[in-house]
């Protein structure tokens, strides 16, 4: 079994920035790939960025450029540092850890992005 728990989430105004933690611990392989989702109100849950034990990097279009995913592979840890958010970064973010074949997730941080 793998534990993941998300820090950082809350309410910032347009255009401000956060930066969202996750630790994973229990059984965790050292091949694997660990990931933000969103799910904004009423919408599906959906990727936003990922990022494989060798390195290699994913973005979903909408915050390339804005957002950066970082991971300390000795802690098992992932940021999601978010810059210039927008009305429609909007959403509970969950962590994803896909390791020996399974797939994990937090209980989602509430991101807010209002005035």
């Known amino acids: 079994q793998v534990q993941l728990v998300e820090s950082g989430g809350g309410l910032v105004q347009p255009g401000g920035s956060l930066r969202l933690s996750c630790a994973a611990s229990g059984s965790i392989f050292r091949r694997n790939d660990m990931g933000w989702y969103r799910q904004p109100p009423g919408k599906e849950r959906r990727l936003v960025a990922s990022?494989?034990?060798?390195?290699?990097?994913m973005y979903v279009d909408s915050v390339k450029g804005r957002f950066t995913i970082s991971r300390d592979y000795a802690k098992n840890m992932v940021d999601l540092q978010m810059n210039s958010l927008k009305f429609e970064d909007t959403a509970v973010y969950y962590c994803?850890?896909?390791?020996?074949?399974?797939?994990?997730w937090g209980k989602g941080t509430l991101v807010t992005v209002s005035f």
């Open positions: 990022m494989t034990s060798g390195g290699t990097t």
């Open positions: 994803n850890i896909k390791t020996l074949g399974k797939s994990y």
